[in-house]
T-cell receptor, first 111, second 112 residues
Framework: RKEVEQDPGPFNVPEGATVAFNCTYS??????FFWYRQDCRKEPKLLMS???SGNEDGRFTAQLNRASQYISLLIRDSKLSDSATYLC????????????FGKGTRLSVIA | DVKVTQSSRYLVKRTGEKVFLECVQD?????MFWYRQDPGLGLRLIYF???????EKGDIPEGYSVSREKKERFSLILESASTNQTSMYLC???????????FGPGTRLTVT
């Protein structure tokens, strides 16, 4: 089983729509969780950290469900500029890989 | 503002050549990382370093080596480039502990 799994998409949504992505992780001892955003032909950049209590940043809401081992990202009122690949990232408590990246979910927001 | 720079955006090398990819960060970060990114495979960690002269193997170290002689600089070396090393190479850095990583713009390497 892969350590971090995401639906690759693409998710094609109209402007103004609400869209949600989930990401599952296999190691129950995972400690920290993040969503990164990667634009086409650009480097990944941190979008937001995911806290146990959930967190919100404007139109973006991230949630963590430790019992079911998944994290989610909700985008409200989608903008054309939200079109990107969203990477789920998990830290492991030990082992030789400090951060594990999912393969990403591609979002296209259409006018 | 954190800045991570990589020596080249695009590089074309021949099979068997020795290739050096340089990465420099300006935030005095302890941790530096080298990844490769391929379609359908995502980001895969090659090597990382927690301190000067220290290195740790990531998930796919075969065919690569690294050097960290100064805190701000982390080099990735392909001793003898092969066509299966054609990829996008991304360098990243982070401060103490496992937290936000800042990525460089990437080097698209083509080995012919």
């Amino acid at each position: 089983r892969k350590e971090v799994e995401q639906d690759p998409g693409p998710f094609n949504v109209p402007e103004g729509a609400t869209v949600a992505f989930n990401c599952t992780y296999s190691n129950s001892a995972s400690q920290s969780f993040f969503w990164y955003r990667q634009d086409c032909r650009k480097e990944p950049k941190l979008l937001m950290s995911v806290y146990s209590s959930g967190n919100e940043d404007g139109r973006f809401t991230a949630q963590l469900n430790r019992a079911s081992q998944y994290i989610s990202l909700l985008i409200r009122d989608s903008k054309l500029s939200d079109s990107a690949t969203y990477l789920c990232v998990v830290t492991l408590p030990s082992g030789n890989t400090p951060l594990v990246f999912g393969k990403g979910t591609r979002l296209s927001v259409i006018a | 503002d954190v800045k991570v720079t990589q020596s080249s955006r695009y590089l074309v090398k021949r099979t068997g050549e020795k290739v050096f990819l340089e990465c420099v960060q300006d935030m005095d970060h302890e941790n530096m990382f080298w990844y490769r990114q391929d379609p359908g495979l995502g980001l895969r960690l090659i090597y990382f370093s927690y301190d000067v002269k220290m290195k740790e193997k990531g998930d796919i170290p075969e065919g690569y080596s690294v050097s960290r002689e100064k805190k701000e600089r982390f080099s990735l070396i392909l001793e003898s480039a092969s066509t299966n090393q054609t990829s996008m190479y991304l360098c990243a850095s982070s401060g103490t502990g496992i937290n936000e990583q800042y990525f460089g713009p990437g080097t698209r390497l083509t080995v012919t």
